[in-house]
């Protein structure tokens, strides 16, 4: 059984979202100083990142909470929302190896793939960001494809557009129910990469650095 393709999760596992939250907050609070300068500017990033639960709660809700929360007056949720949208992208920190990841997997001929939760030009503005896009043969963003992970039709949408298997394909993701569980319910290979969020994750591979990612996939296919 000959790997023929890898698909990944965004969020966690190539984008260093916590990384990428606390650079975005810092920047926030500079930028609108002018009327977030008179609370400490410790306590506004601390609060935001607590609210934002790592991403599982969308930024309406997060920022309705800090207005109220903070008594702001002299700017709206909706402002401070339409700042994150139009602004997160510019503090995207990919993790560690990325790029030399993806061009050994292009050299070893793979297929590339991604399925990510999320909102569509929000999650694309981010993979444009980190100049990643060009490697994929798809993405697949689950606002736009009217699904979220877990769910088995996503994977098997994206395997369709590469035009491979299930047992031809490894999936790549740092949530142990929507990305590992995900694709092995549908017959793929689950890599976790390793989050401390949780512990005892049953995989087919775990992975700290994404550079290890190759070697796995070799693994799994084996030799003449």
């Not at 995207?92 to 997997?105: G, S």
Request: glycine share 6%; with cysteine; net charge negative.
């Amino acid at each position: 059984m000959m790997m023929k393709a890898a698909l990944f999760d965004l969020d966690g596992t190539l984008l260093n979202r916590d990384a990428s939250v606390e650079l975005f907050i810092k920047q926030q609070y500079e930028r609108l100083k002018g009327v977030l300068g008179f609370i400490p500017k410790e306590q506004y990033i601390a609060r935001f990142i607590q609210l934002d639960k790592r991403g599982y709660v969308w930024k309406d809700h997060v920022y309705q909470q800090l207005v109220e929360e903070f008594h702001l007056v002299h700017i709206t949720w909706e402002e401070l929302l339409q700042d994150y949208l139009n602004e997160f992208k510019y503090s995207c920190v990919p993790f560690p190896n990325l790029i030399p990841m993806l061009e050994q997997l292009k050299r070893d001929q793979l297929a590339l793939g991604m399925i990510t939760n999320g909102y569509g030009h929000f999650q694309m503005d981010n993979i444009k960001a980190l100049a990643i896009e060009h490697y994929f043969d798809v993405i697949l963003v689950s606002e736009w494809a009217g699904m979220k992970k877990p769910d088995p039709q996503l994977f098997l949408n994206a395997i369709e557009k590469l035009n491979v298997l299930p047992h031809e394909c490894v999936f790549i993701g740092d949530h142990p129910v929507n990305d590992v569980k995900g694709a092995q319910h549908v017959g793929m290979k689950g890599i976790w990469k390793k989050d401390k969020q949780w512990q005892h994750v049953q995989a087919d591979a775990i992975v700290e650095d994404l550079l290890e990612i190759p070697i796995f996939i070799d693994s799994f296919s084996p030799s003449c």
